[in-house]
């Protein structure tokens, strides 16, 4: 248990301190120009103004706690000797790592075989979890969290993506677009930083990094570092 020094290092270096203003402001231009360029999604335009009255509402409490939770993960990695591996950009709100020239390949047998007995030790609630992501050529890796756990049925249910077999099958196909496929794996160190930095690949190789939704940011900070078989849970 920290100690009440600690404590207090925790909670008050990144408050009001030059790099979490820094990150804020980064963050806030994000979420802008994301909700500048939203498509209608009421039934009419009262209802979109009322959505977005809400969204503006919430986002400043959203943003600074995101600001808050990527300061203390980028501390963590740092305090583990892992910033080599995965740095924070606080002028972009972005983590930035080499970005490998090919993208992760789908998984063999053996290792959906191995995703299984994985799961099987360390599926827990909360605990992150990357998929691949094909689309229209295009490969990426998004990171969801475990919401449901069915294992008797050998199946667990992510936040965003759906059912899963423990193989890494994908169980929810139906309403999703056809050309979209998705892959759960265990998680390495591979497969997360491409996750953490929204790296993407085309049929020519590397493209532009894309950028992550602040809940995806929350998701990134409570990932621990190297194994990802435990959750932690932000001190704020």
Known sequence: MANASEQTEIFNLPGQSSEFAELCNALYAQQLRELSQVDSLGVNHADDIRMLRRRLASLSGHVQRTAHALLFAAGELQRGGLEHELSLDIHAACWLAKQTPKPPRAPTTSAQNKLASWLERHARLALVMPVLYYH???????????????????????NQWGWFDVSGATLDSAGQDENVQLQLVKPD??????????????????MQPTSLSLRTLLLTSTLVWPKFTEVRKLPF
């Open 136 to 158: 229209q050529g295009i490969t990426q890796v998004y990171l969801d969290s475990i919401d449901e756990i069915s294992m008797q049925e050998g199946r667990i249910h992510l």
């Open 189 to 206: 160190k591979t497969t997360i930083i491409a996750a953490c930095c929204g790296h993407r690949w085309g049929p020519s190789g590397r």
